[in-house]
């Protein structure tokens, strides 16, 4: 798209506004210039033949009168002769010099010597007519006055001929010249109409061009831009270079535009924060190579990747570490694959990498192999290295859903069993695994109406002095109470609430009656019972969890030691500098903690040693195999030691039998838990078993 030319060389233009003004007024001036000339030339030719046929009509018509006299006169005369009757002949002497005496006639008198000689004639043929009648008697002299007077009729006769015809002559000559002049002068105006006209043709034709050029041809190139603009193509270097300034204006605006909507689709289609496609870009694309790909018979692969425990990065190294670690892992992912794929983040930290055109599932399993490591390699933020991976889930077009949704859907519940499988590692979309993610969805949403119809329970499990007699504390196990009464054991439903943000509700929950409970025992005179508490990572991780404990410990004026928070040895290990920050937060408080499931997970001593710990709590399945097992044995005895060198007390769980009891004893446990001591029981059970303390001692074994 062409950018506006501000930042390119100024193109000078033209105010087409002024232009216009100039054409409007240019084009005034030559039609009244125009019209002026031809009128001009018009009018005076006009006034010309007019003023010519006035003058030539009056003149032409005193001649014509004349030439018609004097036809007649001829005639007379030609009558006198031959009339013999005198009263007759004298009539037509005296007509003769009637006419002679017409005012037409005077005109000739220079030229033909018209009207006296006529008068003269008249006069002389009557005189000589009446002297012959005077002399009736000599026949000879008559007929020698007649011939005299036909003599003298002749020549004036000839005379007045020739004066009739020269006059006739001079009229037509008139006529032609005037006939000329009037021709003459209309061809001058058509000469003047067809050169305004021609003028015109051609100024109209330049005008035609310049406005095509400089007007139409822009406004049509402008208008297809922004058809283009609409139908959402790039038109960056489409726009035309004008030499007006309000076509300058326009192309301007336009470029703004497009450079406007460059930056929205942007903003809707680009992921901010790593430069990747977002959703919407994902799912226009992913809607595109299923098209393609289903057209010519090819396979897609749609992978799901989920950062693991990004959250816990996030929490505790801020928001400013968790960004840098997106970026940096956007960037690897982009690195591992070819050109016509396509990586896109959803949002926090799920990515979604699209491969088109692969031969089989084997193709995907290798892009998604090199993912995994590209993601493990560690990473160096703010000085910290941390170590990433991502869970993968794979799905194939067409075998594992015919559009979009689907397909994002199966990749999401295949990634979700390899995070269930322990993370780093991918997993392919298999049918079964839909049956799994709606029985968790179901559980889910169950879990949400439980916690608003307030259905969980809180169960106690007494720990024991090594005697086995001596309830020393206790631990707070949920259950799950459903509208028909059946409990449900927290192993089916932790794991869930764990997977969701469900887990802060219910931990809450739990924090809270937990409390309750400890102040209810302080009431009843129970006030050296310390009560443990399950904590779920997303809690340990939870910045707002030591505020929360604070008021809960004030609220209920509680010893905070009395209150024992637990986290599984694998939560804690997951990352070790975290994991002090946050159980420091907590001992700040006072509270005790203890790390659970003690033996389960990888354990750095280093570290080990400088949580602010309490009490470890050996894992159940060391304690079973206990009699049967050497190593298991070992490992218990290990463990005690180890507690012991911390400082720390070792708390047995699972202790099912006496034998068990015994050896844990021997070992040099500080406290047992287990059905041989007590199964978890609800607090009015474990109130009375306090109660009983003050009792004589009954054997374990039996509550
Ligand atoms: N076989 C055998 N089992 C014994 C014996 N003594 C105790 N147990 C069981 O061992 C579990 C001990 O709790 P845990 O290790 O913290 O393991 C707990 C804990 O990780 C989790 N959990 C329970 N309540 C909560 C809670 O309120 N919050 C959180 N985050 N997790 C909880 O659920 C797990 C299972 O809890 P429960 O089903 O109550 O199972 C309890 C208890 O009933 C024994 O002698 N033999």
């Known amino acids: 798209m062409s950018r506006p030319p501000t930042d390119a060389q100024p193109v000078r233009r033209l105010s087409l506004r002024r232009l216009s003004l100039w054409l409007a007024l240019g084009a005034a001036l030559a039609l009244l210039l125009g019209v002026g000339v031809v009128a001009t030339i018009a009018g005076s030719t006009l006034e010309l033949a007019e003023r010519g046929g006035q003058n030539t009509a009056t003149a032409r018509m005193e001649e014509l009168r004349a030439v018609g006299n004097l036809e007649r006169m001829i005639a007379l005369g030609d009558q006198f002769q031959t009339e013999t009757e005198p009263l007759r002949w004298r009539k037509l002497a005296l007509t003769m010099q009637a006419l002679a005496l017409h005012p037409s006639l005077g005109d000739l008198v220079d030229e033909v010597g018209g009207a006296t000689t006529a008068f003269d004639t008249a006069t002389e043929l009557l005189a000589m007519r009446e002297a012959e009648i005077a002399r009736p008697r000599v026949p000879d002299e008559l007929a020698r006055m007649a011939e005299r007077r036909e003599a003298f009729w002749l020549a004036r006769r000839a005379q007045l001929e020739e004066a009739a015809d020269r006059v006739a002559a001079s009229i037509v000559r008139e006529i032609s010249q005037a006939a000329n002049e009037i021709s003459r002068g209309t061809r001058v105006v058509l000469a003047v109409t067809l050169g305004g006209a021609l003028v015109a043709v051609l100024g109209g034709g330049a005008l035609v061009v310049l406005m095509r050029r400089h007007l139409l041809a822009p406004l ?61 870009g994902l799912e226009a694309r992913l809607e595109q190579a299923i098209g393609q790909a289903r057209r010519q018979s090819r396979q897609l692969a749609l992978m799901f990747l989920d950062l693991d425990r990004f959250k816990s990065v996030n929490d505790s190294l801020g928001h400013a570490s968790g960004d840098a670690l997106l970026r940096i892992i956007a960037d690897r992912l982009s690195g591992c694959l070819r050109e016509a794929d396509l990586v ?168 809270r009656s937990a409390c309750e409970q400890l102040a209810d025992w302080q009431t009843r005179g129970f006030r050296n019972i310390r009560l443990a508490v399950n904590l779920s990572a997303r809690q ?125 004893c021997e070992l040099g446990c500080d406290l047992l838990q287990g059905y041989h001591f007590h199964r978890p029981m609800p607090a009015g059970a474990f109130v009375v078993l306090l109660e009983h303390q003050h009792a004589p001692a009954s054997p374990p074994g039996q509550g």
């Open 220 to 280: 049509l190139k402008v208008s297809d831009v922004l058809a283009d603009l609409r139908r959402g193509k790039d038109v960056e270097g489409n726009l035309p270079t004008v030499h007006s300034e309000e076509l300058g204006e326009v192309v301007e605006a336009v470029g703004r535009l497009s450079a406007t909507q460059r930056a929205l689709e942007r903003a809707a289609l680009y992921d901010a924060l790593t430069g990747l496609s977002n959703r919407y």
């Open 344 to 511: 896109a983040r959803l949002g926090g930290d799920e990515f979604v990498v699209l491969l088109g055109d692969i031969n089989g599932s084997a193709d995907a399993g290798l892009v998604a192999r090199k993912l995994l490591e590209a993601a493990a390699r560690p990473v160096r933020i703010e000085g910290l290295e941390l170590r990433s991976s991502v869970s993968i889930g794979i799905c194939l077009f067409p075998d594992d859903g015919q559009d979009g949704g689907t397909l994002m859907k199966h990749a999401d519940i295949a990634m979700y069993q390899a995070k269930a499988a322990g993370r780093a590692q991918f997993r392919f979309f298999e049918a079964a695994m839909n049956e799994a993610v709606v029985q968790r969805l179901r559980i889910e949403s169950e879990l949400r109406q439980a916690l608003e119809r307030n259905e969980f329970r809180l169960y106690f499990q007494p720990q024991m002095a090594p005697d086995g007699l001596r309830i020393v504390a206790a631990e707070a196990l949920i259950r799950w109470q459903r509208e028909d009464g059946t409990l449900i054991s927290p192993a089916a439903f932790i794991p869930i609430a764990e997977e969701s943000e469900l887990i802060s509700a219910i931990g809450a929950w739990v924090l």
């Open 540 to 664: 340990l991780r939870d910045p707002q969890l030591p505020g929360e404990v604070e008021h809960l410990l004030a609220q209920h004026r509680l010893d905070p030691a009395l209150l024992e928070l637990e986290v599984t040895e694998s939560v804690a290990m997951e990352q070790p500098e975290v994991t002090i920050g946050n159980l420091q937060a907590l001992k700040a408080l006072g509270v005790s903690l203890a790390i659970d499931d003690f033996g389960t997970g990888y354990s750095s001593l280093s570290y080990l040693k400088l949580f602010p710990l309490d009490r470890l709590k050996l894992d159940r399945g060391f304690v079973s195999d206990i009699e049967s097992d050497p190593n298991d044995a070992m490992i218990c005895a290990a463990t005690v030691g180890l507690a012991h060198s911390l400082r720390l007390e070792l708390v047995a769980e699972g202790v099912e039998s006496g034998a068990q009891h015994a050896f844990l």
